[in-house]
């Protein structure tokens, strides 16, 4: 069975610009999560969407926002990127909302120059 | 791929011998609780699970202790061994809609 996958796997932008990290679930999995994890820190949570619609969002300015598609898959996306956004962006998904029994990605290694 | 922690708190033990890896939470309100192992250059792997009605639950070399009074959980390897070697990660959730919570990670580092 395939787990959750992310694309891509490294992304190398500088500040200012514009990036889309995509995650696939689960088969049968309706609720995706986001997390940033800074080097050295545990993940933060971002978003979690669920039958495509927001259900929770952590402490993260504007720039970050995402959405959920009908197939389930989800896209987070980042505007005007600043040196601090470098981080390794984990997707999860799960059956329910919530918090419970989330299964992660390898995630996105973002690097902001 | 990055090494996902390099200033954590870090426990070596020796091969075979049994590990114990503590984690205190921030959430008297929290009632679930999961422990993560992250390799690095991917991302966290589910290890066990425990709800907030029990006080121990046992996996595959794997036990996991919840003191509620104390907001305290930990996680107990048996038989460590090198493959064990990575981030361990508790993480909290307060039921509802609450997102998962994670703490900030103990680096186990094995011994051959």
């Known amino acids: 069975d395939a787990g959750v996958t992310q694309s891509p796997t490294h992304l190398i932008k500088t500040r200012g610009q514009h990036v889309t990290l995509r995650c696939s679930p689960i088969?049968?999995?309706?609720?995706v999560s986001w997390y940033q994890q800074v080097l050295g820190q545990g993940p933060q949570f971002i978003f979690q969407?669920?039958?495509?619609?927001?259900?929770g969002r952590g402490n993260f300015p504007d720039r970050f926002s995402a959405r959920q598609f009908p197939n389930y898959s989800s896209e987070l996306n980042v505007n005007a990127l600043l040196l601090g956004d470098s981080a390794l962006y984990l997707c999860?998904?799960?059956?329910?909302?919530?918090?419970?029994?989330?299964?992660f990605g390898s995630g996105t290694q973002l690097s902001v120059l | 791929g990055e090494s996902v922690g390099l200033h954590l708190p870090t426990l070596s033990v020796q091969e075979g011998d049994n590990s114990i890896i503590n984690c205190a939470y921030s959430?008297?309100?929290?009632?679930?609780f999961i422990w993560y192992k992250q390799e690095s250059g991917k991302g966290p792997q589910f290890i066990i699970d425990?709800?907030?009605?029990?006080d121990k639950r046992q996996g595959q070399r794997v036990t996991v202790l919840l003191n509620k009074t104390v907001k305290h959980l930990s996680l107990q390897i048996a038989a460590t061994q090198p493959g064990d070697s990575a981030v361990y990660f508790c993480?909290?959730?307060?039921?509802?809609?609450?997102?998962?919570?994670f703490g900030k990670g103990t680096r186990l580092s094995v011994i051959a």
């Open positions: 999860a998904s799960s059956l329910r909302q919530g918090g419970e029994k989330l299964f």
């Open positions: 088969s049968g999995h309706k609720s």
């Open positions: 959430n008297s309100a929290s009632d679930y």
């Open positions: 993480a909290e959730n307060a039921g509802g809609n609450t997102p998962l919570v």
């Open positions: 425990i709800r907030s009605n029990m």
């Open positions: 969407y669920y039958e495509k619609e927001e259900r």
